[in-house]
């Protein structure tokens, strides 16, 4: 899946926790209550879960269509 599509990959992998990471340090750096910050993080990751779940379902139902039918239909 990686090899497939490695863009796509990393971005829904690397963009999430980047952005919970830099949320985190924002709250640290400007002292704000981790009450909001930790929670968002946690999201955050969940989200990036969630989208590589979706990639690679969706990579798995396009090889079956392309096994299937010879070419992926969109």
């Known amino acids: 899946m990686v090899r ?12 999430p926790i980047v952005v919970a990471a830099v949320q985190l340090l924002n709250s640290v750096v400007h002292g704000l209550s981790f009450l909001v910050s930790v929670p968002f993080a946690a999201v955050m990751l969940a989200f990036s879960a969630l989208l590589v779940s979706y990639q690679f379902a969706q990579y798995r139902v396009d090889r079956l269509e392309t096994e299937t039918y010879g070419s992926a239909t969109n």
């Open 4 to 15: 497939a599509d490695p863009v796509r990959s990393g971005l829904f992998v690397a963009t």
